[in-house]
């Protein structure tokens, strides 16, 4: 079982090493009042909407694709230094979090969260900064209406679309794919035209829910080794206790 969740860490970590190179402070509201909806001066702009991976303050949620074309279903989030990162094991939801400087693991269906202490590290072997990420690490850089080299049409899934094409100076590529005012997909490529990481975007905005920006409220709080054990079999319990074989 151990191994299983440790494997789960690894995914989550992978994730955090694929943004590596991808180069508005408003308070946080509750679930049930987030539209979703971007601030009226994003809207048709795809730069304000790229300048929101280093602004520090984003929530994003849909598909990110590798150079191996393995695809992860992904939702981040950072505010204020607080992070979020999500993806799915078997369907289910499991999430690392870093909250006030700490680190915890979010089982939100289970509506239970395992403190990543000093004694839970230990017996995973984990380093639970190294799952952390910043603005800085995420960025997309050098990408303005300067170095833009196309504009033309496009499909995204079937979806019309407008895409721009950006060189920046390393010869790398940004591809930005718009729809109704909103970016629907994020390309990088290297300097030969390879696709190095692709995000399909359902939501990228600027305003968050509370549960992806503090502890989830209403849900256990697991800590030790005990609780670790606790929080795991919970888990297992909704993926299947095979899959912890």
Do not use: H
């Not at 520090?56 to 505010?79: Q, R, S, V």
């Not at 995973?124 to 049409?153: Q, R």
Request: aromatic share 8%.
């Amino acid at each position: 079982m151990k191994k299983k969740m440790i494997s789960i860490f690894c995914v989550l970590l992978a994730m955090s090493l694929l943004l590596c190179g991808c180069s508005s402070d408003d308070d946080a509201v509750s679930d049930g009042d987030v539209s979703f909806e971007l601030s009226k001066d994003l809207i048709d702009d795809d730069l304000a909407q790229l300048k929101l991976f280093e602004s520090g303050c984003f929530y994003l949620n849909g598909f990110m694709t590798d150079a191996t074309g393995e695809t992860l279903p992904m939702e981040m989030a950072i505010k204020n230094n607080n992070t979020y990162m999500g993806s799915q094991m078997e369907g289910v939801t499991i999430a690392f979090m870093c909250v006030d400087g700490k680190y915890y693991m979010n089982y939100p269906d289970g509506e239970c969260v395992l403190e990543l202490d000093e004694s839970v590290c230990s017996e995973m072997g984990l380093d639970p900064t190294e799952l952390a990420f910043d603005a800085s690490s995420i960025a997309i850089g050098d990408v303005d209406n300067s170095v833009l080299i196309s504009e033309e049409d496009a499909l995204v899934d079937d979806v019309k679309a407008v895409c721009r094409t950006y060189q920046q100076p390393s010869g790398n590529y940004v591809k930005t794919y718009m729809k109704d005012g909103k970016m629907i997909r994020l390309q990088r490529e290297d300097a030969q035209g390879n696709m190095t990481s692709v995000f399909d975007i359902d939501v990228l905005v600027d305003i968050f829910p509370d549960s992806v920006v503090s502890l989830p409220s209403g849900s256990k709080l697991y800590s030790g080794t005990t609780g670790m054990m606790a929080f795991m079999m919970k888990f297992a319990a909704a993926v299947g206790m095979d899959a912890f074989e």
